[in-house]
T-cell receptor, first 108, second 115 residues
């Protein structure tokens, strides 16, 4: 079993919909990261959090340390949000472990 | 501010050939990393470095070598390319490792095909 699990693996949405991507982990962590990867492109760090909630524009990331769960929300989704969203955790031994990603497609 | 720069973006190698993937950062980050990304899999750590002159193996180091002669540069060398090394390679850097206060900056990736 992977130490970082994401769901769903694939997600399609209509423009304007509210989107949630989930991440669960099974190890102790010092930080959780949400990353975005566009097709054929590099990886961009969206959020890094160790507790609570962070917001940037239409993106919101939350984490529940007790439940070992994080969610990434996108409000008023847009086709340009289409990308692979990757959850990663920094373990207590400082290793960075990645989930396999959620492929999001937003249609106009 | 260029961030993390990787070259080349694409490369096709024949089995047994050698090549070096270049990575340079201009943020004065101490920590640098090389990852590979295979379809349907999470990124896997190949090698990392905590500072100039110091390197260490990650999860999947076989078939690769690295060096870190300066803070800025962290090249990854493939000595005898094999089809199993067909992947997308990402270089990344961070100011420190593992804390919630410092994030990671990734390069744009190198898509390598070994035929």
């Amino acid at each position: 079993k992977n130490e970082v699990e994401q769901s769903p693996q694939n997600l399609t949405a209509q423009e304007g919909e509210f989107i949630t991507i989930n991440c669960s982990y099974s190890v102790g962590i010092s930080a959780l990261h949400w990353l975005q990867q566009h097709p054929g492109g590099g990886i961009v760090s969206l959020f890094m959090l160790s507790s609570g909630k962070k917001k940037h524009g239409r993106l919101i990331a939350t984490i529940n340390i007790q439940e070992k769960h994080s969610s990434l929300h996108i409000t008023a989704s847009h086709p340009r949000d289409s990308a692979v969203y990757i959850c990663a955790v920094t373990k207590e031994d400082d290793k960075l472990i990645f989930g396999t990603g959620t492929r999001l497609q937003v249609f106009p | 501010n260029a961030g993390v720069t990787q070259t080349p973006k694409f490369r096709i190698l024949k089995i047994g050939q050698s090549m070096t993937l270049q990575c340079t950062q201009d943020m004065n980050h101490n920590y640098m990393y090389w990852y590979r990304q295979d379809p349907g899999m999470g990124l896997k750590l190949i090698y990392y470095s905590v500072g100039a002159g110091i390197t260490d193996k990650g999860e999947v180091p076989n078939g690769y070598n690295v060096s870190r002669s300066t803070t800025e540069d962290f090249p990854l060398r493939l000595e005898l390319a094999a089809p199993s090394q067909t992947s997308v390679y990402f270089c990344a850097s961070s100011y420190s490792r593992g804390t919630a206060n410092y994030g990671y900056t990734f390069g744009s990736g190198t898509r390598l095909t070994v035929v």
